[in-house]
């Protein structure tokens, strides 16, 4: 399609419009805690109105602002754009070779807190949705961006809170989380957090184990009992099998430790908090525990669940008892889908590769719009090393082509021959 080699064109011309856009959303820094959003916001806004993008500010409470923009035509399908403006703290500043927010190019590379994770895919989304406006590129369908506060505390008053409440809608979505260049997301691992707690009876330290009943005893007991769930895992046939097996490949890869794959198709545990007890001659009374429990496809949260609930019957404790705090499923999208497709022709087109389509072992906020019903890819820019970490980098040529392949899958999607 000639409309699409003109467009790449034109990307490759305003190069410099599109990565000192990228360079501009770095310098805000829009560290989530404490998450001020206003600022980037309004810079968004400001943005898509110089080439005509209607778009309005949703929020949920102050200090929330949740962006829809949309261009095209309304009454064709619609397919929404996902990013997230708000990023981890920098944490240690000794321990960056740069500073964190200064949004600038060396080496090919972008430099600064969320330039992989995730605003240079974000800004080639906007990029884009401005660079249609402007040339006027008829749509048959809807280009939809949201950009959403707090991807990085959970979702809930963004993605979640714009999805359920219907304040968008569509026929397929693509977030624009770090995946690199040569692969897409297609499923995630499910999440359950559970807050473990342990009751007993208080005595003088010099008495245990003939006096009181010391809860941290019994919490050490359930958490040893609790590692089972690690050996629970999914069955897999057709697509998801084929899926499984090129993830768990690419995870061996990527983290490169015995056993890493496991991660993939298995439940993961991790206990990240305990405390209990007042003081060293006193049998504590009280313990709790937190603890992080990840899920792959073909395993639900209640299966977890009624595991958990089958350690701790049968280690006969008393006083024991459970919460959760997070509960997700385990999600994911068909690679025969439309979504998916459309990805892996504009990169092979783009990149002259064969993209990998795999699950990522963490969570994201694709699944809110997969659990809405709604086919769902990740695909973005990315260099893996200092995302939530030291040196967050992004590399230039990424970012490039990863807005051409956005712009592919808009025409791809949304205009009808
Ligand atoms: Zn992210």
């Given at each position: 399609m000639n409309i699409k080699k003109e467009l790449w064109k034109e990307i490759d011309n305003r190069k410099e419009q599109l990565i000192d856009l990228c360079c501009q959303l770095i310098k805000m820094?829009?560290?989530?805690?404490?998450?001020?959003?206003e600022d980037i916001t309004e810079f968004i806004c400001k943005y898509l109105e110089k080439f005509g993008v209607e778009n309005k500010v949703h929020r949920p409470?102050?200090?929330?602002p949740n962006i829809v923009a949309k261009y095209g035509n309304e009454k064709g399908k619609k397919l929404i754009f996902n990013g997230h403006a708000d990023v981890v703290p920098a944490g240690?500043?000794?321990?960056?070779?740069?500073?964190?927010?200064?949004g600038k190019v060396k080496d090919g590379k972008i430099l600064g807190?969320?330039?992989?994770?995730m605003k240079a895919g974000l800004g080639g989304v906007i990029f884009v949705m401005g660079l249609l406006a402007e040339k006027k590129i008829p749509l048959d369908g809807q280009m939809f961006l949201t950009v959403v506060p707090d991807e990085e505390i959970s979702g809930e008053l963004g993605t979640k809170w714009i999805v359920e409440n219907n304040i968008v809608t569509g026929d397929a979505c693509v977030v624009?989380?770090?995946?690199?260049?040569?692969n897409c997301e297609v499923g995630q691992r499910g999440t359950l957090w559970v807050n473990l707690k342990a009751e007993g009876t208080s005595a003088h330290g010099s008495l245990s184990p003939y006096v009181g009943d010391n809860a941290i005893e019994k919490l050490i007991k359930v958490l040893e009992g609790i590692?089972?769930?690690?050996?629970l895992h999914g069955e897999y046939e057709g697509e998801v099998k084929e899926v499984i097996k090129e993830s768990k490949i690419a995870a061996k890869e990527c983290l490169?430790?015995?056993?890493?794959?496991?991660i993939i198709d298995h439940v993961t545990v991790n206990i990240g908090q305990i405390k209990g007890g007042t003081k060293t001659n006193m049998v504590p009374d009280s313990a709790q525990a937190d603890v992080d429990i990840r899920i792959p496809l073909g395993v639900s949260t209640q299966r977890v669940i009624d595991n958990i609930d089958k350690v701790i019957e049968d280690l006969n404790l008393k006083g024991i008892t459970y919460t959760y705090s997070w509960r997700s499923e385990p999600n994911n999208v068909s690679i025969n889908s439309e979504i998916v497709k459309a990805v892996k022709r504009n990169t092979k087109d783009v990149l002259g590769i064969d993209i990998s389509a795999t699950y990522q072992w963490a969570s994201s906020d694709a699944r809110y719009f997969r659990s809405a019903g709604i086919p769902t890819i990740q695909y973005g820019p990315a260099n893996?090393?200092?995302?939530?970490?030291?040196n967050e980098t992004v590399d230039v040529k990424d970012v490039i082509n990863a807005a051409k392949v956005y712009a592919g899958m808009v025409l791809d999607m949304l205009v009808y021959d």
């Open positions: 820094p829009t560290e989530n805690p404490p998450g001020e959003m409470k102050p200090n929330k240690d500043l000794s321990k960056w070779d740069f500073d964190p927010y200064c807190r969320g330039t992989s994770d624009a989380e770090p995946t690199g260049y040569d590692k089972c769930l690690t050996k490169n430790k015995p056993g890493v794959e496991n893996t090393e200092g995302i939530h970490s030291y």
